[in-house]
């Protein structure tokens, strides 16, 4: 595994390198230099399988985050590509080319979030929220609350109760005196 982070190092411009387990490293990478770096990865060093594609909403820092975690099953080890991308503009180039199941992490990705990923097939089509045309729910910007307020009404015969005092009375029914 060290051999290969200071290849990638050397090979390519990683803006950081994380190694959390002896099997295991995450890298850094930018947007245009990610599709080299997992096509290299893929046919170069045997991490021939995906086993997720992710994405993550940092709003503080107006970027997406999009990791791709490739498993070699001979040296069974794992490499995490991560790309960051802008809120504003979240485009990235689509990997369906090198895995055919690729295109459903992207239309998750694109229906949840809003990133695009110009060529992938059925990107446009309904994947998960049939009908939608809010803001995607896992942007962080997205309003739970409103959006619950707005579009569910309220039913009778329901209440609202306060957490706390309610698991105490659920968990501790006949504890009167108070813990």
């Known amino acids: 595994m060290k051999e290969l982070i200071q290849t990638i190092e050397r090979d390519f ?20 230099m990610a599709p080299q770096l997992v096509t290299w990865l893929k046919d170069y060093q045997n991490y021939s399988h995906l086993a ?7 709003i503080e820092r107006n970027v ?16 995490g590509v991560r790309v960051e991308i802008d809120r504003e503009n979240p485009v990235m180039t689509s990997m369906h080319h090198l895995w055919k199941h690729v295109f459903m992490y992207q239309r998750e990705m694109h229906e949840m979030f809003g990133i695009d990923f110009p060529g992938s097939p059925r990107l446009d089509e309904s994947f998960i929220l049939e009908g939608w045309h809010a803001m995607p729910p896992m942007r962080r910007d997205f309003d739970t609350k409103k959006y619950s307020e707005e579009t569910y009404f309220p039913r009778p015969g329901r209440t609202t109760n306060d957490p706390k005092t309610y698991m105490k009375e659920k968990l501790y029914p006949n504890d009167r005196g108070g813990r």
């Open 64 to 79: 997406f985050q999009i990791t791709y975690m490739l498993h070699n099953h001979d040296s069974q080890t794992d490499v």
């Open 13 to 32: 411009p990683i803006t950081k390198t994380d190694h959390n387990r002896e099997n295991q490293v995450f890298v850094t990478i930018s947007k245009e």
């Open 52 to 58: 997720f594609m992710t994405a993550v909403d940092y």
